[in-house]
């Protein structure tokens, strides 16, 4: 079993839906991240997470460090937003600053 | 300008080659990794190297070497290629290791190995 989880794996939506993709995890972190690749693309980082919620535009991220749980949303998705949003932490390593992924959930956008 | 550039985009090969990608970043930044991604999308870590000392060596075969010249630059040479090795790789470089600070990816480069 992969240390992170997401789901749903793929997700279809229609313009205009409240989209929530969640990410969970069974290792003490020092941070989560939320990763957005386009189909053939380079791969964005689009948020850094320690605590609490971060929002960047449409996009809303949380997370329980408690629960080891993390959702990214989408308000009025559009279908610029089609892509894989991958999940990933980052453990206590010391020195190191290695990123364990999650397997990605590939978003399709309907217009 | 691009902040993290890889060499080639495009990698088509026999088995059996030895092959290098190259890896820029003009961030400024300490660390320099490699990750590969299969035909699942699953992205692994393979190496980092902080101000050109290698600190993370996944496992990863001996066929693959990489070399850090200065740190703006993670080189990759893999020698006799084999099937499996056909991936996304991708470069990434974030401002220190060990810091919580977002990492910034090359738009990888294609590897298929006939």
């Known amino acids: 079993k992969n240390e992170v989880e997401q789901s749903p794996q793929n997700l279809t939506a229609q313009e205009g839906e409240f989209i929530t993709i969640n990410c969970s995890y069974s290792?003490?972190?020092?941070?989560l991240h939320w990763l957005q690749q386009h189909p053939g693309g380079g791969i964005v980082s689009l948020f850094m997470?320690?605590?609490g919620k971060k929002k960047h535009g449409r996009l809303i991220a949380t997370i329980n460090i408690q629960e080891k749980h993390s959702s990214l949303h989408i308000t009025a998705s559009h279908p610029r937003d089609s892509a894989v949003y991958i999940c990933?932490?980052?453990?206590?390593?010391?020195?190191?600053?290695?990123?364990?992924f999650g397997t990605g959930t590939l978003l399709a956008v309907q217009p | 300008d691009t902040a993290v550039s890889q060499t080639p985009k495009y990698l088509v090969t026999q088995m059996g080659n030895d092959k290098s990608i190259k890896c820029e970043q003009n961030?400024?930044?300490?660390?320099m990794y490699w990750y590969k991604q299969d035909s699942k999308k699953f992205l692994k870590i393979m190496f980092s190297?902080?101000?050109?000392?290698?600190?993370i060596n996944e496992t990863v075969p001996n066929r693959f070497s990489p070399k850090s010249p200065d740190k703006a630059h993670l080189n990759l040479h893999i020698n006799s290629l084999e099937l499996g090795d056909s991936a996304v790789y991708f470069c990434?470089?974030?401002?220190?290791?060990?810091?919580?600070?977002?990492?910034?990816f090359g738009d990888g480069t294609r590897l298929s190995i006939l």
């Open positions: 990434a470089s974030s401002q220190e290791a060990g810091s919580n600070q977002p990492q910034h």
């Open positions: 990933a932490v980052r453990g206590y390593g010391g020195a190191t600053n290695k990123l364990i």
């Open positions: 290792v003490g972190i020092s941070a």
């Open positions: 997470l320690s605590s």
């Open positions: 190297y902080n101000n050109k000392e290698l600190i």
């Open positions: 961030l400024g930044h300490d660390t």
